[in-house]
């Protein structure tokens, strides 16, 4: 009865957060077994979690360096760093995109906010719209798993799994996608004789480089003096922080302060200076920093604004986070979730085989439902067949994420489909098939994700 009620009011065309929660009503009305105040009770107690705090904080501070102007800096980094070679603005879309991935956590706000900026940028070199929309659009998938992510924080939150874990098991993983999309780059760069967009120029390039530099070796530094040589966290943290801002005054680093974002994030959770919700306040505070104080790039009325979207945003989120709170009580209440473990464990008890199960599974759904939507259903699915056949929930929050950021390129629900198909003035039809061939370096990364689970959970074992 549940599930019938849930997939009629879908096919009804509601909201799934609304079908959700209108279904679980219903249901219990009928059955007349449980009080309908359960409805509110449930979805209420769903969100009142410490955890979820973080999500609108991480998406506070992705909207303001969004809106603070950081998108140009980030861009004007890539290029100088990848700009020369053969392809060299897909080259940039692609790291321009590892870099903003460490701060907005979220596809969409990199497809809308970088994307916008790449796609004329390559429009103008002559690029062809499909690769532009194509290569914007896959490199976008790299915002929920190069950390900070929301995705994360919401199947952490779902599955009793560290935030923390999950955000280091995105790294290695972004990182093979990002090496995989700049090679499918290269490919279209030699089949199509595409030259350099800008001049190879040492200096350059070398003050890109030492930028990098500064990204890898502030953090080093810190921690050698911290665990090494014993000196007080706190003071050498707040001393290096001065002298992080001096150097920047004194060399105009073009991203250094922004591409910090995630070091300061990593660095401060895997320290236990801060929890990811902690974090996601302190990536406030630097946002606010850089765009209000430092950079001077954003106003009070402007940032007054941010805040009000975010506001909306997350009641969005959260609204459907309630509802689904609900929903999955009354799958597992009702007995769905312990069938569907019966049925698939009679099926196969092979991990490897409920993984390419479970991989189909996530990307047909994800075609239909946003990732957090996605996210709080199938988690009371899945993650008890998990936990019987021995499969690492953090590894397993990868593969699902990653198969949600695919659903999000394809219609009917694509989200960055229709977002880059608004900023490329392209129709739908077209963006889908510019989009299809960059379903090759993303497929085979979910293939080595799912497979290959130490390259997931190598650094998360270092750290937890």
């Known amino acids: 009865m549940l599930k019938v009620v849930f997939l009629f009011l879908m096919a009804g065309g509601l909201p799934v957060a609304i079908a959700m929660a209108g279904a679980s009503l219903i249901y219990l009305l009928w059955a007349q077994t449980t009080p309908p105040f359960v409805v509110i009770h449930r979805m209420v107690s769903g969100i009142d979690s410490f955890p979820l705090l973080a999500v609108p904080f991480f998406i506070l501070a992705g909207n303001l360096m969004n809106n603070a102007g950081i998108t140009n800096r980030i861009y004007n980094f890539a290029l100088a760093l990848v ?27 990199d497809a809308a906010g970088l994307g916008t900026i790449e796609i004329k940028a390559m429009k103008d070199h002559g690029y062809d719209i499909e690769f532009a929309v194509g290569v914007t659009a896959a490199s976008a998938t790299l915002g929920p798993i190069i950390p900070p992510s929301l995705p994360f924080v919401i199947y952490g939150m779902m599955a009793n799994v560290s935030v923390g874990a999950l955000f280091l098991a ?18 279209y760069a030699h089949k199509n004789g595409w030259g350099a967009d800008i001049k190879f120029e040492w200096p350059r390039v070398l003050k890109a480089l030492g930028e990098l530099a500064v990204v890898i070796g502030w953090p080093t530094l810190l921690w050698l003096l911290v665990a090494k040589l014993g000196l007080p966290a706190q ?3 707040l001393t290096g922080l001065v002298l992080l801002f001096a150097a920047d005054r004194m060399f105009k680093f073009q991203a250094v302060l922004p591409i910090m974002t995630p070091v300061l994030l990593i660095g401060g959770m895997t320290t236990g200076l801060f929890t990811p919700t902690e974090g996601a306040i302190a990536a406030c505070l630097w946002a606010m920093v850089l765009g209000l104080f430092w950079y001077r790039t954003m106003s009070w009325a402007l940032f007054v604004k941010v805040c009000l979207d975010t506001v909306e945003t997350t009641a969005t989120v959260l609204f459907i986070v309630a509802a689904a709170s609900i929903f999955g009580w009354m799958l597992t209440a009702t007995g769905v979730t312990a069938a569907i473990s019966e049925w698939v464990l009679a099926f196969t008890k092979d991990p490897w085989v409920f993984l390419l199960l479970a991989n189909l599974l996530m990307l047909f759904v994800g075609c239909f439902l946003e990732p957090t939507a996605a996210i709080t259903i199938l988690v009371p699915i899945l993650v008890p067949i998990c936990q019987q056949l021995g499969i690492d929930l953090v590894h397993f929050g990868l593969v699902m994420v990653l198969n949600l950021m695919i659903g999000l390129l394809h219609p009917p629900m694509g989200m960055v489909l ?40 190598w650094l998360p074992k270092l750290f937890f």
């Open 170 to 187: 995105g790294i290695l993983p972004g990182a093979l996608m990002a090496i995989l999309m700049m090679l499918t780059v290269a490919y």
């Open 235 to 237: 003071a050498t943290v």
């Open 83 to 109: 700009g020369w070679l053969k392809g060299g603005l897909g080259h940039v879309n692609v790291l321009g995109s590892v870099v903003f991935a460490g701060m907005s956590g979220a596809a969409i706000a």
């Open 418 to 457: 229709f977002v880059l198909a608004r900023v490329a003035r392209l129709s739908v039809e077209r963006t889908t098939v510019a989009i299809l061939p960059w379903l090759v370096p993303l497929l085979g990364s979910l293939v080595v994700i799912t497979y290959f689970p130490k390259l997931v959970l």
